[in-house]
């Protein structure tokens, strides 16, 4: 079963724009943050697809440099057969031309698979040799403390159905301090990890341990209609 379902395995991905950030100033030392490549612009790709064979995923999949990250998240349905799972891909690699060189941690279940693919990413759709994917609209920001400080706030707005995605690079050990707030109390975020554990979901407040080093994923949508907010962050 689980050969089939890696046969099935789609993708998604996001385009990436800075934001205006209220810094907040740190009552000690500046904070020491994890070192971003010396191209520290990110490029973000959104796609999705729905086949057939029961498969419905979504992925993201940030570009900096030619360095390549990102994360799938997929169920897989069959109703016949009353059959469902899902399953996560954590991504790794490089990016040559329109070619994503990438190591994918696939989990199914109890089961982790390890293999290495390539993906063609195009301006309008997304490859992955099994599925091709056609790009969703998404916004995806890059969050920046000013030096000597270690928070940040950021005002927004995200559409009904839509998801605002916010990358914080940070370093293991460090803790990680978020609020949102909204006109209708109708805004939560999600917070995952760069090697793909999910470490809150759907909260309005939170304070965590960081378990790696690099870009961690904060992702913003409303529970109900379309929801105004205010994100404060901050890493001690």
């Not at 378990?211 to 205010?230: D, L, W």
Request: hydrophobic share 35%; charged share 15%; glycine share 8%.
């Amino acid at each position: 079963m689980v050969a089939i379902m890696m046969k099935l395995l789609g993708c998604v991905v996001v385009f990436a724009s800075l934001l205006n950030l209220t810094p907040g100033m740190a009552n000690h030392s500046p904070l020491q943050v994890a070192q971003a490549p010396s191209d520290s612009s990110i490029q973000g790709y959104c796609f999705s697809v729905a086949t057939n064979d029961g498969l419905d995923s979504t992925a993201r999949i940030y570009i900096q440099g030619n360095q390549v990250t990102g994360r799938v998240e997929a169920t897989i349905q069959n109703e016949q057969e009353s059959y469902y799972t899902s399953y996560t891909q954590t991504l790794q690699g490089t990016k040559k031309g329109n070619q994503l060189n990438l190591n994918i941690t696939t989990k199914i279940e109890l089961d982790t698979q390890k293999t290495q693919e390539i993906w063609t990413l195009t301006s309008d759709s997304l490859n992955t040799g099994r599925a091709v994917y056609q790009k969703q609209p998404c916004l995806v920001s890059q969050i920046r403390f000013a030096p000597g400080t270690n928070s940040a706030t950021v005002n927004q707005s995200v559409v009904r159905g839509s998801r605002d995605i916010y990358l914080l690079r940070a370093n293991r050990g460090q803790r990680m301090d978020l609020k949102i707030t909204s006109l209708e109390n109708n805004a939560v975020f999600d917070v995952i990890a760069p090697n793909g554990e999910i470490l809150k979901t759907e909260a309005t407040q939170s304070s965590l341990k960081l378990p790696a080093t690099g870009n961690y994923e904060i992702i913003v949508g409303g529970t109900r209609g379309n929801a105004t907010y205010k994100l404060n962050v901050k890493i001690q």
